[in-house]
């Protein structure tokens, strides 16, 4: 720790439990305490039961549940994609156009992201690219909300890279693009998995966007937890969304363990 007195440690602790723990810890606790019960009498919900979760990983919340993962896994990939080579691009541009396009990414971050969620949905329900009613409208929005951190990640790792190792493998006369491949892509690999977590968590959690989008044979799972409590039944919704905790944990887990053996590769 940066405190190197027994006192500031404790103290720095005592701020930790009392202020860091309560905010973002106890939400979440309160969620899953609801989520194994069936009603609410007092401070805490009572009732145990696990019908609750038996709704949640059955009929339309695993209906959604897949939505969700298939959305995030396509909107990652394309995030990964586009924002990757924009920035690998980008490192060979001179400093307005780096700006420029930086700007560019940034941009759908920077507004509401129901703006987004409009603007895709105003951009795509008329030919010739008709995708309103379709999946791939809410996967690309997804995409554009989440591209940002893909080349935010990217291309800080870039600007790390020591030229030298590229320097290496051209004077023993490696062509650009075996460089790319064999020397650029591989040092970039941690990078590449943490920008793949972070944009797949985040397309899992979406919601205002979404909700503009979104088909009726098409419903990810945030929309099916604000139906469940939007409807009154909070404790289902409650089920359904540690289920989302649950999954985006453990896809976030498998991503961080690949990316420990990228980084010792």
């Keep these: ?60 919340s695993l209906q959604a549940l897949i939505t969700s993962l298939v959305t995030a896994a396509g909107a990652s990939v394309l995030a990964l994609t586009l924002g990757g080579w924009a920035a690998l691009s980008a490192a060979a541009l001179g400093k307005r156009g780096r700006r420029t396009l930086e700007a560019l990414f940034v941009l759908p971050v920077a507004v509401p992201s129901v703006a987004v969620g409009l603007a895709v949905l105003v951009a795509f329900s008329k030919p010739p690219i008709l995708l309103n009613g379709t999946p791939w409208i809410v996967v690309i929005a997804h995409t554009v909300l989440v591209t940002a951190f893909a080349y935010q990640s990217v291309s800080a790792a870039v600007r790390r890279l020591d030229p030298a190792y590229e320097q290496a493998a051209a004077s023993l006369g490696a062509r650009p693009w075996y460089v790319l491949w064999r020397v650029r892509i591989p040092l970039l690999l941690p990078s590449l998995n943490a920008a793949a977590g972070l944009c797949f968590a985040l397309s899992m959690g979406e919601l205002s966007a979404t909700m503009m989008l979104y088909p009726p044979d098409w419903v990810p799972l945030p929309v099916q937890i604000f139906t ?38």
């Design 1 to 60: 720790m940066l405190v190197h007195s027994r006192r500031g440690r404790w103290a720095s602790w005592a701020v930790f439990f009392g202020l860091a723990l309560p905010v973002f810890a106890l939400p979440l606790g309160v969620i899953a305490a609801a989520s194994f019960a069936t009603h609410w009498s007092g401070v805490f919900p009572s009732g145990p039961t696990l019908d609750n979760y038996s709704s949640a990983t059955r009929g339309e």
């Design 228 to 265: 469940a409590t939007d409807r009154g039944a909070l404790f289902t919704g409650s089920a359904v969304a540690v289920v989302l905790m649950g999954t985006t944990m453990l896809v976030l887990l498998a991503v961080s363990r690949i990316r420990t053996k990228a980084t010792y590769r």
